[in-house]
């Protein structure tokens, strides 16, 4: 009997360890489903979300050009070409010219002035521009007397081409002086020489917090944080703005600290002593989709410099059951356009509506190419 009674006290306590163990194998498992849950969140991309401008930028753009040009009582159509330099700061663009017009009588002049921005993207590649400048010349005749004048035009600027119309008083009709003028259409091709990012260790806890949340904050909210001075101000600010993001409303707001841990991840991954992580295409879509289910890394088919990132999410973005972004890197700085050397992986093609899509490149192996193409 007592041998009985051990082994059913034996058989108890063997259950009541399995069910304990069991139940903390499910609690674990739950917790993991629970992460995995977290970590597959997405967060849907603003307007807001552009580039952030660099601080310091010299471009030169070299452009011909036709107008109508007038000294004393002569007039003619005369061609022109001209280098110009522009020197952009977060405060002041200068611009700096040389200009050539060919006809009888030639001439030759020099441009010192201010670009002044009525239009410009956030990463200062493009825009609309009014330029006033002074113009030191010669009279057309004799390249050893040099007048003052001035120059105003209005340009617009794509990534690679400007466009201006442009004039020039080259000599005012004072003390017996003859007027000299010129006006007509420029076009040239814009090269960038410096894009200084600025480093990223100098940026003030405020701006870092601005270019984190960037991509997931509306317009008018990153003017609220714009006006925000103190850092009581500044917190307010961000508590506001998470509390408008937690979907659930449980107090640990899964959704912030899945959102931070990715602003680490991004910033150690893609980041820079010259430029957050997060700043980048890479950090970017990380930022609002997650990690990736699968990376993989492709070399061009022509051009062995120039790299791929294909990233593939599965069921993690609405409406895309397999949704991808393909990220391009040169290290050829000659290239332009799309497959411009700028030291990084850049965002060229995705399935998900509203990322930004170049079209797909020809010099993916036929493979992938055909693996996109059958998502179109």
Do not use: C
């Not at 441009?111 to 521009?129: H, M």
């Not at 466009?163 to 040239?188: H, I, N």
């Not at 010259?274 to 289910?293: A, E, F, I, S």
């Not at 409406?319 to 050829?332: D, G, I, M, N, W």
Request: no cysteine.
């Amino acid at each position: 009997m007592i041998n009985r009674l051990a082994a059913l006290l034996l058989f108890i306590a063997g259950s009541a360890t399995t069910t304990m163990l069991a139940g903390q194998a499910f609690a674990q498992k739950q917790d993991s489903i629970h992460v995995d849950s977290a970590h597959s969140v997405t967060f849907t991309p603003t307007s807001s979300n552009q580039e952030l401008a660099p601080q310091r930028t010299i471009d030169m753009v070299l452009s011909g050009g036709a107008g109508y040009y007038v000294q004393g009582l002569m007039s003619a159509i005369q061609p022109t070409a001209s280098a110009d330099f522009f020197a952009q700061t977060s405060d002041l663009d200068f611009t700096a010219g040389f200009h050539w017009g060919f006809s009888d009588p030639s001439t030759k002049s020099l441009s010192l002035g201010l670009r002044f921005p009525l239009y410009e993207s956030d990463n200062w590649r493009s825009g609309v521009f009014a330029d006033a400048a002074l113009l030191l010349g010669d009279n057309g005749r004799d390249s050893n007397s040099f007048s003052t004048g001035i120059r105003a035009d209005v340009a617009a600027r794509t990534s690679l081409l400007e466009f201006r119309f442009a004039t020039e008083l080259r000599r005012f009709p004072f003390g017996g002086d003859q007027l000299e003028a010129w006006g007509g259409l420029e076009v040239g091709i814009a090269f960038n020489l410096i894009r200084e990012e600025g480093s990223a260790t100098m940026l003030s806890p405020k701006d870092s917090l601005r270019a984190e949340l960037r991509p997931i904050a509306t317009t008018s909210e990153l003017e609220a944080l714009d006006t925000a001075t103190s850092q009581e101000e500044i917190q307010a600010w961000l508590d506001r703005f998470w509390r408008a993001r937690n979907a659930t409303g449980s107090p640990m707001n899964e959704e912030r600290r899945e959102y931070m841990r990715r602003v680490q991840e991004a910033n150690k991954k893609y980041g820079s002593p010259n430029r957050l992580g997060v700043t980048t295409d890479q950090g970017r879509v990380l930022l609002l989709y997650g990690d990736p289910d699968r990376v993989q890394t492709i070399t061009s088919t022509i051009n062995l410099e120039r790299k791929y990132e294909f990233w593939v999410y599965q069921n993690r973005v609405i409406a895309r059951e397999t949704a991808f972004f393909l990220f391009v890197k040169s290290a050829q700085a000659e290239e332009s356009g799309t497959f411009a050397g700028h030291g990084e992986f850049r965002q060229i093609y995705s399935n998900v509506p509203g990322e930004r899509s170049d079209g797909i490149p020809t010099d993916l192996p036929i493979t992938t190419y055909y693996y996109i193409q059958g998502f179109k």
